[in-house]
């Protein structure tokens, strides 16, 4: 079974830094897109940030230049490093799966929460 696994959230100062990281398992983890999603209360889930196969990335506008994101295939791992936390960064923030050959492989896990105070 494939087990995605979020860690590093909780409770940060506005201007602050986190790094969450999301092991894998179950998963060829070098052949897929890994990213990064959050959502907010009251809010739909939006697209944070992600990091293709090669080690492309992709940032959405709200996080570019604060927030980064990496991949250790070693370690199965995916890492979003958050500096300069602001209050509306707060949301659950998942980590996700991505693999299209001949088939869709879509995968997440439950979250963890990010809490900016101000």
């Known amino acids: 079974q494939v087990q995605l696994v979020e860690s590093g959230g909780g409770l940060v100062q506005s201007g602050g830094s986190l790094r969450l990281s999301c092991a894998a398992s179950?998963?060829?983890?070098?052949?897929?897109?890994m990213g990064w999603y959050r959502q907010a209360p009251g809010k739909q889930r939006e697209l944070v940030a992600r990091i293709t196969t090669s080690g492309t990335t992709n940032y959405a506008d709200s996080v570019k230049g604060r927030f980064t994101i990496s991949r250790d295939n070693a370690k199965n791992t995916v890492y979003l490093q958050m500096n300069s936390l602001k209050p509306e960064d707060t949301a659950v923030y998942y980590c996700n799966a991505f693999l299209s050959v001949l088939i869709t492989s879509d995968y997440w896990g439950r979250g963890t929460q990010v809490t900016v105070s101000s």
């Open positions: 179950g998963i060829i983890f070098s052949g897929y897109v």
